[in-house]
C-alpha cells in the first residue's frame, strides 16, 4: 500500500489535500468562532469552561456533523471529532489544539489549531481520498490556565488519566470547582457519546500561531517546531497584617504589598540575563484586603519562568524561595511549585515530515523552538507528536491585537492537510 | 442661665450625665452592631452603602426612637437622630461619627463615635436633665472610602453640599455608582423623613478609638486630639501592553506590574525617614488582565500620604509624579489627586473644655494629634469641633483584632457626655 495520501485523477494528475483547502471556509469558520466570547476591542473572551467555550464546541460539533465526523467527549471535557477511517481497527491520527482563550485574548490562539485539522479534514474528503486511519479533531480542556491554573489540563489528563482527579479539585478566583464547571459543559453536550479518558494514538500535529516574532523576522511563513522551551509555575503568598495606613508606624508594619514589590523586583533583576533568553513573568497578583487606606495583610501572586535549557530553568526556578524568604520580612511567605515541565524535543521523524511537505509545497520554512507551552508538550508523552506554526504579527498574543494573515493561515493548513495525509494513509 | 449641665437633685447632690453612662448599655449596643457584617474571625465588614450599613442605620433609628428621638436623613445619606432642646430655635451640639467599616474591619472604628453620643443622650435623660440646645446623633455616610474612593464623603457634602453631585458618580469596583447605592438606601429608609444638606451647629463632639498605640503606651486612656495630621490621596495607572510570559522577549515588553513594582518601591525607599513621621501606603492594587501567563497591560493602584505638617505633605507628594515617570518605562502612566487634605488644630476652647472634664472626672488623659482622618475635619470647616479619643490595644485598627476594653470605652462615653452636656446648656 502507498504510503502518499496523493492519489491520481482520472486524468493522471496528482491529488493531495492541500490542494483542497479553501482560504475562505477557514477563515469564514475562524470568525464564526470569534463572535463566541466577542470582545469590544475585538478579540475573545472565552475561557474554560464557560458558556462561550461551549457554545464553541457546539458550533464545532455542527461542522463535524455536516462533514459526517462522530463526536464524542472525556471526563476530562476533551471534545474529539472522528472521521472514520478505511481500516478503524488502526490506531488514529490526531490533530487540534484548543477552543479556550485567555481573559483578553485573540482571535488565533488554540481555535486556529482546531479550525486547521477541520479544514484539513474537510480537504481530504473534497480531494476524494479515503484514508486508512481514522483521523481526530481534537479541543483540549483549558490550555490557557487563566480560569483554572495550570493549564494543558485536558492533554495532561489525556496523557496521565490518574492526575485527572486532583485537577477537579482545582477552584476559578469565584470558588467554582473545575468538577462543578466540567459537569455544567457536560450537560450541555449531554447528546454526545462518552469515551474513556486517555489512548494511544498513531501521531498528533498540532498547528498554532507563533506567539513570538522570529517567522516574521525571518520571512518565513511556516516554522517547523523543533521542541517546546521548558517552564515552572509557582504562586507565592505573604502574609502580613492589616492595620491603618494613617495610624500605623512604619517600623511596626507588616506590609505585604511592599513585601510582594520587593520580592518581584529582586527576582526580575536577577533574572535578567543579557541574552535575553530567561522569561520571568508575574502576570496575576491579588491583594487583600485592597482598600485605600488598609496596609495589605495578604498578596498571592504567581511566577511563570521559562528557560529553552532543562538545567538552566532548574537552576533559576531553585533560586525563588531564598528571594522570597529574604525579601518578605517581617511578612511570612509561602512559595508552591504548580507545575514543572523540562525542555523537549519532538521527534525528528515528524519534524522532517513537517520540512519535507513545506519544501514541496513551496512554503518559506524555519525551524524554531517553541517559547510558549502547548498541549503537544503532553501528546509527546504519549506519540510521535509535532507542531507547525505560522506568523504572530509583531510577536504579539495573549492580546486582543494578535493577528495573522489569511494568506498564512492558510499556508500552514496545507502543510498540515498533507502532513494528516501522508500520517494517516 | 447656668452654662453648667449639672443639676442639683432634691437632696443636693450635684449630678453630672457622666454619672448615668452605663457600661453595659454602651457594650451591648456595641455588641448588637458587631452583628451586622460580623466576619467569621469576629470583625466588620459593613461597607458604605450596603444592605449591612442600612441594617445598622435601622437599628439606631429603632434604639432613637426608644429616647424620643427624631430620625432625618439628607440627600448625601447622613443619618441624623435629634433628642430636641428646650429652646429648638438654637443652634443644634452634634455628635457621632459612622457606622460603615473597612472590608475587614474591627468592631469600634466609627461605631463607638456614634453609640457613645447615643449613651451620652440616654444618660442626659436618666439624669433628668433638659438641655437647651437640641443634640443630634449623626452618622456620616462613607467615612472610609474603601468600596467608594475617597473616604469622608457625606460629611466633605455637609461641610460643602456643592461637592456631592461628584461623588454620586464615583464607582466601586463593580460598577455601581454612590448614586445607585445610595437610592437603594433611601428606599430602604423611606419612612424616614428628609433635611436639607449642610447646616451650622453650635458644636461637633466625635469620640472614637486612636487607631494608634500613644495612649495605651502613656497609660491613659482618653486623648484630647489637638488636630488632625495632613492627608493626600492618588491614584495611579500604569498601561503596558498584554503579551505572552513565554514568547515575548523582555526587551520587548511593556509589563505593568513591573513598572508598577519599580514606581512603589522607589518611592517606599524615598519617603522613608528616619523619625517614622512620614506614612505612605500602598493599601490597594488592580492588575488586568491578571493571568498567571500574560504580562499585564494595566495596572491601578492608591497611594495614601500623610504628614503632620502640611509644609512636608505638600513637598513629599509632590514628588510622586517624577517618581512615577522615571520608573513607569516603557509604560505610560498618569497620576491623579483624589484628595488634598492639610494638617488642621481644633480650637482651643473645646480642646480646654474635654481636658478639664477628664481631670474633673479623674481619666487619665494626654494630648495628641490625630494621624487618621475623621468626619471631624469637614465638621471643622462649618463650626468649632473636637474630638475624644480612647486607646487601641496594640494601636491595631482597619484589622479583625481590633480591640478596646468596655472600662476604656465607657470612660470616653463619660467624658463625650459631659462635653454635650455643657455645650448643650
Redesign the interface.
Known amino acids: 500500500m502507498s504510503r502518499s495520501s496523493s492519489i491520481h485523477s482520472g486524468d493522471g494528475v496528482l491529488r493531495r489535500p492541500s490542494q483542497y483547502v479553501s482560504m475562505d471556509r477557514l477563515n469564514d469558520r475562524l470568525a464564526v468562532m470569534s463572535g463566541y466570547g466577542a470582545t469590544p476591542k475585538g478579540g475573545v473572551n472565552r475561557q474554560a469552561l464557560t458558556a462561550e467555550d461551549l457554545q464553541a464546541q457546539l458550533q464545532l460539533i455542527r461542522w463535524g456533523a455536516e462533514l459526517g465526523m462522530q463526536p464524542s467527549s472525556d471526563s476530562a471535557g476533551n471534545l474529539f471529532l472522528r472521521c472514520e477511517g478505511s481500516d478503524p481497527s488502526l490506531a488514529p491520527v490526531l490533530s487540534g489544539s484548543h477552543l479556550d482563550s485567555?481573559?483578553?485574548g485573540g482571535k488565533f490562539d488554540g481555535v486556529y489549531g482546531v479550525l486547521a485539522a477541520l479544514e484539513a479534514v474537510n480537504a481530504m474528503q473534497d480531494a476524494g481520498l479515503n484514508p486508512r486511519r481514522s483521523i481526530e479533531v481534537v479541543s483540549w480542556m483549558n490550555e490557557?490556565?487563566?480560569r483554572f491554573?495550570?493549564?494543558m489540563m485536558g492533554s495532561t489528563a489525556y496523557a496521565d488519566p490518574n492526575s485527572l482527579s486532583e485537577m477537579l479539585l482545582v477552584k476559578d478566583a469565584k470558588g467554582v470547582s473545575v468538577r462543578e464547571a466540567l459537569s455544567l459543559i457536560q450537560d450541555g453536550l449531554r447528546e454526545i457519546p462518552c469515551r474513556s479518558l486517555g489512548g494511544h494514538p498513531h501521531a498528533y500535529i498540532e498547528a498554532h500561531i507563533?506567539?513570538?516574532?522570529l517567522l516574521e523576522q525571518q520571512n518565513a511563513v511556516v516554522g517547523v517546531v523543533s521542541g517546546i522551551?521548558g517552564?515552572r509555575?509557582f504562586r507565592v503568598e505573604i502574609i502580613g497584617?492589616?492595620?491603618?495606613?494613617?495610624?500605623?508606624?512604619?517600623?511596626?508594619r507588616k506590609?505585604a504589598?511592599?513585601a510582594?514589590?520587593?520580592i518581584?523586583?529582586a527576582l526580575?533583576n536577577r533574572l535578567?540575563d543579557g541574552g535575553?533568553i530567561?522569561?520571568?513573568?508575574?502576570?496575576?497578583?491579588?491583594?487583600?484586603?485592597?482598600?485605600?487606606?488598609?496596609?495589605?495583610?495578604r498578596v498571592v501572586f504567581?511566577i511563570?519562568l521559562?528557560h529553552p535549557k532543562s538545567a538552566e530553568l532548574t537552576l533559576l526556578g531553585d533560586l525563588i524561595l531564598p528571594f522570597c524568604e529574604i525579601n518578605a520580612r517581617p511578612c511570612s511567605v509561602s512559595l508552591t511549585e504548580l507545575s514543572n515541565a523540562t525542555s523537549l524535543e519532538f521527534p525528528d521523524a515528524i519534524r522532517d515530515r513537517i520540512r519535507s511537505i513545506a519544501s514541496t509545497l513551496k512554503i518559506a520554512h524555519i525551524d524554531l523552538l517553541s517559547?510558549?507551552?502547548h498541549d503537544a508538550r503532553y501528546l509527546h508523552k504519549v506519540c510521535p507528536s509535532g507542531m507547525i506554526f505560522v506568523p504572530s504579527r509583531d510577536?504579539?498574543?495573549?492580546?486582543?491585537a494578535e493577528y495573522t494573515s489569511a494568506e498564512d493561515l492558510t499556508d500552514g493548513a496545507r502543510v498540515l492537510a498533507d502532513v494528516l495525509g501522508e500520517l494517516s494513509t
Do not use: C, M, W, Y
Open positions: 485567555q481573559p483578553t490557557e490556565g487563566s491554573a495550570p493549564g507563533e506567539q513570538g516574532p522551551q517552564k509555575t497584617e492589616a492595620t491603618h495606613a494613617g495610624t500605623s508606624p512604619r517600623s511596626k506590609d504589598i511592599l510582594a514589590v520587593r518581584i523586583d526580575a535578567h535575553d530567561v522569561k520571568f513573568t508575574v502576570g496575576r497578583l491579588i491583594v487583600e484586603p485592597n482598600a485605600p487606606s488598609v496596609v495589605a495583610n504567581s511563570d521559562r517559547a510558549a507551552g510577536g504579539i498574543t495573549h492580546n486582543e
